[in-house]
């Protein structure tokens, strides 16, 4: 075939492709729809759930490193395995776990989601408080002060 029999039939192909195939459409919201999420209910408590937990985690690390010890037997087992990451991955699975409930709760009953969050956000204070006890029981607060040679 010669270069003028390639280029006909070349345009004859491009032809029928692009007459089969007209301009694609934008997709509509309708056509996205599945893909759409509605909004979260209680996402202001979900950030304080969030720090809570995050200071739970440093203060936990924290008075581990000094030679205290975990109280929580589930979670000492997680620490004793994979330490730090591993009690970051596993505090954290928690509180998604919670949003996760309190989402679906909430979408069906309101009152019972609020509910839901409010006693996570009680039980997450718990820990957080008791460490800030133990650590300024025990001085972690502050970094001992060598005396010096006088």
């Known amino acids: 075939m010669s270069g003028a029999g390639v280029r006909v039939c070349a345009h004859a192909i491009l032809a029928s492709v692009s007459s089969s195939t007209s301009h ?21 408590a979900y950030l304080w759930l969030l720090l809570l ?18 109280l929580n037997p589930i979670a000492k087992l997680v620490i004793d395995h994979w330490e730090l990451p591993g009690a970051i991955a596993f ?6 776990f919670v949003i ?26 718990v820990p957080v408080a008791w460490s800030l006890v133990l650590l300024s ?4 607060l502050v970094k001992p002060v060598e005396p010096r040679d006088l």
């Open 24 to 44: 694609p459409q934008p997709p509509t919201p309708e056509d996205l729809a599945f893909l759409s999420v509605p909004p979260m209910r209680y996402q202001r």
């Open 53 to 70: 937990s995050a200071i739970d985690v440093m203060f936990t690390w924290h008075i581990l490193r000094r030679g205290g010890s975990e």
């Open 91 to 96: 505090k954290f699975a928690l509180v998604l």
């Open 100 to 125: 996760v409930s309190c989402e679906i709760v909430g979408r069906k009953r309101d009152r019972l989601g609020r509910t839901l969050i409010g006693t996570a956000l009680g039980i997450a204070t």
């Open 137 to 140: 029981m025990h001085g972690f």
